[in-house]
Every structure is written in structure tokens, then in C-alpha cells.
């Protein structure tokens, strides 16, 4: 079977004459060109080789090479890598640590939670300011033309 990756597919037609899309901005270069890293599954608390939804548009690296080092641009060559000492090497060091690995999600996970109570707490009270601001900007208008029209009220009857 002939791997087809879903972004050929959006390969425009026109008059006939396919045309690639093209990404010719410095913000898109920017984003299309840097290979995407490649993760494994964990399933049942096991990381597992995964070659479903893997995009090669830009290249794949892989954690277990040096950073900079190999970029594979096809599901043949990257599946070849994935049975090579080094790589199997990696994914049972990841699964050695995945308890580590777990523990320390659970407490970010925690930590997350707690920051965003945090964060509502103090969206609370800057609500809580703001209105207390805009009462006492009320009052200091109300003091102003208070003491704007204090002559004219105390004119004395002659
Ligand atoms: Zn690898």
C-alpha cells in the first residue's frame, strides 16, 4: 500500500494544473519548516511505537537521536529506525522512568489546578477593585461640583 500523506490532499486545482500550496511568508517558513518531534503512545501506562497520524511534511525527528541530528521524511525509513538498538534502547529507558514520568504529571497537574483557583481568586478581587475605583471616582466627581458650586450657594442675602 502507497502511503499518501493528508496534506498532499490539499493540493489545489486550477485550470487543469495542480498547484502546491505554497508558504513563502517568513511567519509560515517559520512554522511549516521545523520538523515535528515525534512522540510514542502510552497505552495501559506503556509507551509503544505509533506510526497512525504521523506528519512528515516538514520531517519527523526523533527524542532518542541528539537534538540536530536525523530528520526522516517517510514512514518506511522512520518505521526502519524504530527497530534499531538505539531507539528501543530509549523507549525502555522512557518506560523505565514512566512511573517518574507519571508522578511528576500528576503533580503539574495539581499544580495547574491550583494556580488557576489562584487566578480566579485574584480575577475576583480585581472585580471587587474596580468597582470600589469607580464608586470613589463617583464621589470625588460628586465632591468637585459639590465644591464648584459652593460660592454661588453661599451668597450671602444682603
Ligand atoms: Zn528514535
Redesign the pocket.
Known amino acids: 500500500m502507497k502511503y499518501i500523506h493528508k496534506s498532499t490532499l490539499h493540493i489545489h486545482k486550477y485550470k487543469n494544473t495542480y498547484i502546491m500550496p505554497s508558504f513563502t511568508s517568513p511567519l509560515t517558513d517559520e512554522v511549516f519548516c521545523r520538523p515535528v518531534v ?1 512522540k510514542p503512545i502510552l497505552v495501559d501506562g506503556v509507551y509503544r511505537d505509533t506510526f497512525v497520524n504521523l506528519n512528515f511534511r516538514d520531517g519527523l525527528k ?4 541528539a537534538t540536530g541530528q536525523k530528520v526522516w521524511q517517510n514512514l518506511s525509513g522512520f518505521r526502519t ?2 527497530k ?1 538498538a ?2 528501543q534502547g ?1 523507549l525502555m529507558e522512557l518506560n523505565r522512568n514512566a512511573a517518574d514520568i507519571y508522578s511528576r504529571y500528576v503533580e503539574l497537574q495539581e499544580l495547574a489546578d491550583q494556580r488557576a483557583q489562584i487566578n480566579t481568586r485574584l480575577e475576583n478581587e480585581l472585580a471587587v477593585y474596580k468597582l470600589r475605583c469607580e464608586m470613589l471616582e463617583r464621589h470625588i466627581h460628586d465632591i468637585q461640583s459639590l465644591t464648584q458650586n459652593l460660592p454661588s450657594m453661599m451668597t450671602i442675602d444682603e
Open positions: 515525534y526523533c527524542p532518542c537521536m529506525h524504530t534499531c538505539k531507539h530509549w
